[in-house]
């Protein structure tokens, strides 16, 4: 391999579509191992979306241990098509944008990566204002009068002591960008054991006030909004959510896996990373929300105003510091590294993976992150299962061109050649993810009531959104790709 990667250096430097960000990783460079990898999932997975997330389940009708269920399911299937595409990086060396162009074509590829790093994008700007919140709560303990800061006006809709936080936060993120991806391992791996200890914290804290857990457990029955309500009508469309959640990282995990020693350093670290924190931390969210119920008399989901409650300064200091170091780990990780080397690849020699990481900074600014954030039943379940059917679309073609017709094998210089092998658009690639997407379009056509009276089959079949894409894409492309033959 390695050999492989000093002729590569040699043949393809002065192609428009090499860069140093984009060449595949040479042994030397490899040094993540199973436990770098487990704590970039740690520090990932720990954030206030996973915190919350059970809320949307139990508030549809689901009691607890229901939501923790399809929780793990969903992030247990979603694991599948994790480890697959982390093979690529693992191998060959080379981050997402590069593995497309031999799914996609070396043309599509761009269009491709796109697709995932947009969604990304949007992701950074809710973190960083999440990040920002955080900021803000622990500056209104020690400044009240902030909370009195003018407000910028209906089209903002923030005051300035929000909008400051936000943007202070955002520089924060941009700082490590500008370090690169090593100083990302360390950060990750220093502070993963720091944000498990917070959330234990919460818990203990619960567990103290109200003095038993089984009384927590039970007053998380009060949660539900909906009683009688169909399981199975509220379990699939959660089930995809939760797949949604992750679906984006199922596509870049390449973009980590390349930094990786051995494919079972990739594989474990996953295994280890992924299920069991967000099971905890999802746990930690419905037991101190449950307690919150019996200490306050109100459910309180969101930490932040949580912690808002306390009346200790450095309580509230040391958890405010947790929640944002949880927030900053989740946004460098997740949603930095896929849209910065998208944005690059338009032109990798022109645009570097820091300054796609700048842009990507620009437009979580720009789509106003905290009125996306307005409608949380929105943003889990209309926003993810409606980008997960988009994801697993790109997924099943992904899997299937590298697993069933190239058999792992592919040609790595040619991936950094315009005319080369993979030149263009990959024609049965693109034909296998469009059509996929057409069964479940009148579902989210209905759901986001742009069209009146969708039949009942059509709206259940976008509950499977990810699912059904995904097959559908993966089974079109492998006839596609045999006729081609």
């Known amino acids: 391999m390695k050999s492989d990667i000093i002729e590569l250096h040699e043949d393809v430097s002065a192609s428009p579509l090499y860069s140093e960000d984009f060449a595949p990783v040479p042994a030397a460079g490899r040094t993540w191992n199973q436990w770098n990898i487990a704590a970039i999932w740690v520090g990932m997975a720990v954030c206030i979306p996973t915190y919350m997330l059970a809320s949307s389940l139990i508030g549809q009708g689901m009691n607890w241990w229901q939501a923790l269920l399809t929780i793990l399911l969903g992030n247990l299937i979603v694991l599948i098509p994790m480890i697959l595409n982390a093979h690529v990086g693992t191998k060959y060396g080379i981050p997402l944008p590069v593995f497309l162009r031999l799914n996609f074509g070396v043309d599509g590829a761009v269009l491709a990566g796109l697709l995932r790093g947009l969604v990304a994008c949007g992701w950074f700007g809710i973190q960083a204002w999440i990040g920002g919140a955080a900021i803000y709560q622990l500056l209104l303990v020690m400044v009240p009068g902030m909370a009195d800061s003018p407000y910028l006006g209906d089209f903002i809709g923030i005051n300035l002591g929000q909008f400051g936080c936000f943007l ?90 390349r930094y990786a020693k051995t494919q079972r350093d990739q594989v474990v670290g996953q295994i280890i990373g992924l299920p069991g924190t967000m099971v905890l931390y999802s746990f930690i969210g419905i037991a101190v929300t449950s307690a919150t119920v019996l200490i306050f008399g109100e459910a309180i989901w969101d930490p932040v105003v949580l912690l808002g409650k306390f009346h200790n300064p450095l309580v509230v200091i040391i958890a405010m510091l947790g929640l944002s170091i949880a927030t900053l780990s989740t946004n460098i990780a997740a949603n930095v590294v896929a849209p910065a080397n998208s944005i690059a690849n338009i032109a990798p020699k022109k645009i570097s993976f820091r300054m796609g990481g700048y842009i990507t900074g620009v437009i979580g600014i720009l789509i106003f992150p905290w009125k996306l954030m307005a409608d949380p039943h929105g943003y889990i379940f209309v926003w993810l299962i409606a980008y997960s059917a988009l994801l697993g679309a790109l997924a099943g ?28 658009w990959n024609r049965p690639a693109w034909a296998a993810f469009t059509l996929s997407m057409l069964p479940v379009l009148p579902g989210f056509l209905g759901t986001v009531k742009v069209v009146e009276n969708v039949g009942e089959f059509w709206m259940d079949l976008y509950s499977y959104a990810w699912f059904v894409t995904f097959f559908l894409s993966f089974g079109l492309y492998w006839g596609l790709a045999k006729m081609k033959k």
């Not at 090593?182 to 914290?201: D, H």
């Not at 697993?403 to 040609?411: A, G, H, M, S």
């Open 397 to 424: 073609v992904m899997i299937c061109d590298y697993y069933v017709i190239r058999k792992t094998e592919l040609d790595l210089a040619q991936l950094f050649k315009e005319n080369g092998i993979y030149k263009g």
């Open 168 to 257: 202070f936060f955002w520089l924060i993120n941009m700082y490590i960008v500008h370090a690169g991806i090593e100083s990302m391992k360390v950060f990750e791996t220093w502070s993963a054991p720091f944000l498990l200890l917070i959330g234990l914290f919460l818990l203990g804290w619960a567990w103290a006030e109200v003095g038993s857990l089984g009384k927590i457990l039970d007053a998380s029955y009060q949660l539900a909004s909906n009683e009688g309500v169909d399981f199975w009508k509220i379990f699939w469309p959660g089930l995809t959510a939760m797949v949604g959640f992750w679906a984006t990282l199922s596509l870049n995990i390449p973009d980590f896996t």
